[in-house]
C-alpha cells in the first residue's frame, strides 16, 4: 500500500461525515417529559418505567379486568389504583406534555386510547 498516509485519513474522515448526523443528533432531539405536579413518588424507578411501563400496565390490565384483582397497588406503604386513568394520569395530567412527548419520539401509537377516553387538555 503505496497510499496508505492518503487512504487512511481519507477513510477517517469519511467514516466522521457519514456518522455525524447519528452522533450528533442522538443528545438534542431526546423527549423531555414533564415531571408531575403533585409530588408524589412514582410505583417504580425512572428507568425501569421509561423501558417496561407498558409490561407493567399490560400486567395491571390483566389483573383487573381478567381475573377481577383490584387491589391497589402498594409500594412502600403507598396505594396505587391499578388504573391508567385513576392511578398514572393522576399524577401526570397533562397527556400532551408527558406520554405524547415520548410517544411522538418514538413513532409508537399506543392502544391505550382505543378502551381509555383521552384527557382533555388543560389550558
Same mark, same amino acid.
Given at each position: 500500500?503505496?497510499d496508505?498516509? *492518503?487512504?487512511? %485519513? ?6 466522521? $461525515? ?11 432531539? $431526546?423527549? *423531555? ?27 395491571? &390490565?390483566?389483573?383487573? $379486568? &381478567?381475573?377481577?384483582? &383490584?387491589t %391497589?397497588f402498594?409500594? @412502600?406503604? =403507598?396505594?396505587?389504583? =391499578? +388504573?391508567?386513568?385513576?392511578?398514572? $394520569? ?6 400532551? =406534555?408527558?406520554?405524547? @412527548?415520548?410517544?411522538?419520539?418514538? +413513532?409508537?401509537? %399506543? ?7 383521552? %384527557?382533555?387538555?388543560?389550558?
Amino acid at each position: 500500500m503505496y497510499d496508505a498516509g *492518503k487512504i487512511i %485519513p481519507g477513510l477517517v474522515v469519511f467514516v466522521a $461525515l457519514v456518522t455525524f448526523p447519528i452522533w450528533r443528533g442522538v443528545a438534542d432531539d $431526546l423527549p *423531555k417529559p414533564e415531571k408531575p405536579t403533585k409530588a408524589r413518588q412514582c410505583v417504580t424507578d425512572t428507568a425501569t418505567m421509561r423501558k417496561d411501563h407498558m409490561v407493567l400496565l399490560n400486567k395491571w &390490565r390483566d389483573e383487573a $379486568l &381478567r381475573t377481577g384483582d &383490584r387491589t %391497589p397497588f402498594v409500594v @412502600e406503604g =403507598k396505594k396505587y389504583k =391499578k +388504573s391508567l386513568m385513576l392511578g398514572c $394520569l393522576n399524577c401526570h395530567e397533562d397527556k400532551k =406534555k408527558f406520554c405524547d @412527548e415520548c410517544h411522538v419520539y418514538a +413513532s409508537v401509537r %399506543p392502544y391505550c386510547w382505543d378502551c381509555h377516553y383521552e %384527557p382533555k387538555e388543560k389550558f
